[in-house]
Each structure stands twice: as structure tokens, then as C-alpha cells.
């Protein structure tokens, strides 16, 4: 990083999402985390103190809304408003997960569409700039009136398959879970000059999958299923089981989010699944952390487009500079 007025004027911030990842972050972005105490009152409220000057400063608040989702946006919006208030020069919101991003649109009559309201409430507080990972659907981009930059985990993802020894290269094929995820499954298969599949399954109602067929050629493949988000496993696990009876020779997962609620550690454990390739997006507790689970970290990633973005580069090379060669991972900002 550059050793100009940069060293003076950005500013990181953790909240209390994924303390872990900001950390990495801060570190190689080559800065000390900065302080700023979140504590609860007795009532369930939350109080946010900024504990150094930040007049004049380019702010970069680090918070993935995840469980407990409401609390993370709650003090993801309080300390917008502290930064704000505090006169930072510009407040940018780093997203390595946005919770609610599921909430896209009106699948029935009288729905709301909350990942809109959770935008506006972001940008309301006083949020410049947004800087997301793996958005469930592009188009959420659209929902916000400034700046977002969308980081895509497909390379990194990429990377781990291609530096696997145990993985036959010209033998794997890339499955998508469902029809809606079949552009982030080509970007991987592009990544590893693979085929690829598509699970057709049908939903009887929210957060339960039914496998009905496979499209594409699945028999006496490695088969690696790509996702967004794993939240209970119903779907990948299904997936999973669908592909060994299709003749996949071994059958692995990734995703950019592990969600992972509710039966979902147990589910992967009873898969047939070899491994579940997630990245650091979500703070994983110990308890989720089970032999098949292996991390990749965003910390990299995120540093370099935090980086590139407090100098006023462009941050859509960031990848043909920085991860040998791998293409399209970050899409050119708005």
C-alpha cells in the first residue's frame, strides 16, 4: 500500500460479525483495526462508542449480516450513523455476507421486498459506498443509489480445485443446484475448462428440495456443486445423493456463504459428500468447524479492492494483477 496521506486517512472497523476476517483484512491492507467498543444494555439495546478520531477519514466498516442477522444490521446501521455523525469524509460499507438477499422479489401477492428496504436503510444511514462478495442475485446492485463494487468467490473457489492433486483435472464437471445458479456455475467451469450439469428439482415450500433429474453428463465424473450460500443443506445434500446415483465417480461442494442453520452440519456430516469447500465470508463457531468443512479465505480479495478503491484505481483488473490470471472476478464497478 502506498505510504502517502492513505496511512492517515483509512480507517477499518470491525463490528462484531466476523471479527476474524476483519482482522486479516486490516493486516493486509497493512493497518491496525480500528477502536470501537459495541456493547448491549440490558434490554437488548445496542450502544456503539468510536474510540479515536475519524474527522476527515475514509471509514471501511467491516459487517456481515449474518445470524443473529438482526443484531448485525442493527449495529451495522448504528455505526453508520457514528461515522457519520463524527464527520468521516466517506463511510464504506464492506458486505462479505448481506443477509436478507434472499428477499429479492415478489413471489406472492402481499410479500415485501426486503433486501430493497435493508438496501434503503443502509444507504439512509449514510452509507457512500457499498462493497459486496458474492451477492445472491446480481441485480441487488440496483437496489442501491451509490457506488457498489461486487466481488465474485468463483476464482478463489477456482484456485482450490486446480491446486487439488487428488482431482483428476480433465474428468470434472461443475454442477449447478438449480436453474438459477447455472451463471455462477459456468463462470466456475470456465475457471476449470469443465463441463456442466444442472440439478432440475422442484421446492414444495421454503427451505425444502426435491431432486427430480439431472441435466448433463454426470457418470464416472468428479463432480463439484457450486452454490451461493448453504444455509440448511437440504438442497446440496440432495444434490449430492442424486449425482452418486448418476454414476459421479466422488461428489464435492463449495460455496461463498456457509449459512449453515438449523440441521445443516448434521445433514453434511451424513452426505455423501467428500468435502465442502466454503470461504471465511461468515464467521464459522466451533462447533460447525467439522473435517469436511475447509475455508478459503476473502481477506486477500477484499484488501486489495479496499485498497484500490481508497486510491481511486480500478478495481475490475484486480484479479489479472493479483490471482494469476483469473479472469471476470470482480465485476466492474457501478
Known amino acids: 500500500m502506498q505510504d502517502s496521506a492513505t496511512e492517515h486517512k483509512l480507517k477499518i472497523f470491525s463490528l462484531n ?16 483495526l480500528g477502536k470501537v467498543s459495541v456493547t448491549q444494555f440490558s434490554d437488548g439495546e445496542i450502544k456503539i462508542n468510536i474510540e479515536e478520531s475519524i474527522r476527515g477519514c475514509n471509514v471501511y466498516i467491516i459487517q456481515s449480516t449474518s445470524y443473529p442477522v438482526n443484531d448485525h444490521l442493527m449495529e ?37 421486498i426486503t433486501s430493497k428496504l435493508v438496501a434503503n436503510m443502509i444507504e439512509g444511514a449514510g452509507a457512500t459506498r457499498i462493497l459486496a462478495l458474492d451477492l445472491h442475485a446480481a441485480q441487488i446492485q440496483g437496489f442501491f443509489d451509490v457506488p457498489v463494487d461486487h466481488l465474485l468467490g468463483a476464482p478463489l473457489l477456482a484456485n482450490y ?25 459456468r463462470k466456475l467451469a470456465e475457471f476449470l475448462k469443465a463441463p456442466i450439469a444442472i440439478i432440475d428439482k422442484r421446492r414444495p415450500k421454503a427451505n425444502v428440495a426435491e431432486v427430480m433429474n ?42 461463498t456463504h456457509p449459512v449453515l442453520s438449523g440441521p445443516a452440519i448434521q445433514r453434511l456430516e451424513d452426505s455423501v459428500l467428500k468435502e465442502v469447500i466454503v470461504t471465511d465470508s461468515i464467521y464459522l463457531p466451533e462447533e460447525k468447524r467439522i473435517d ?9 480479495l477484499i484488501a486489495e479492492a479496499i485498497i484500490r478503491i481508497h486510491e481511486n484505481r480500478s478495481v475490475s483488473p484486480l484479479f489479472n494483477e493479483k490471482f494469476k490470471g483469473l479472469e471476470h472476478a470482480i465485476m466492474d464497478e457501478q
Open 17 to 32: 460479525s466476523n471479527n476474524d476476517l476483519a482482522e486479516k483484512v486490516a493486516q493486509s491492507v497493512g493497518v491496525e
Open 76 to 112: 451495522l446501521m448504528i455505526m453508520i450513523d457514528a461515522c457519520r455523525r463524527a464527520s468521516a469524509t466517506t463511510i464504506n460499507v464492506v458486505l462479505p455476507y448481506f443477509g436478507y438477499a434472499r428477499q429479492d422479489r415478489k413471489a406472492k401477492p402481499r410479500e415485501p
Open 161 to 185: 480445485f486446480l491446486s487439488d492433486d487428488s482431482l483428476a483435472k480433465e474428468d470434472m464437471v461443475v454442477v449447478s443446484p438449480d436453474h438459477g445458479g447455472v451463471t455462477r456455475a
Open 214 to 255: 439431472i441435466v448433463g453428463e454426470v457418470k464416472g465424473r468428479h463432480a463439484i456443486i457450486i452454490d451461493d450460500m448453504i444455509d440448511t443443506a437440504g438442497t446440496i445434500t440432495l444434490a449430492a445423493k442424486a449425482l452418486q446415483e448418476a454414476g459421479a465417480l466422488s461428489v464435492v461442494a463449495c460455496c
Open 292 to 300: 469436511k468443512i475447509k475455508q478459503v479465505t476473502v481477506s486477500e
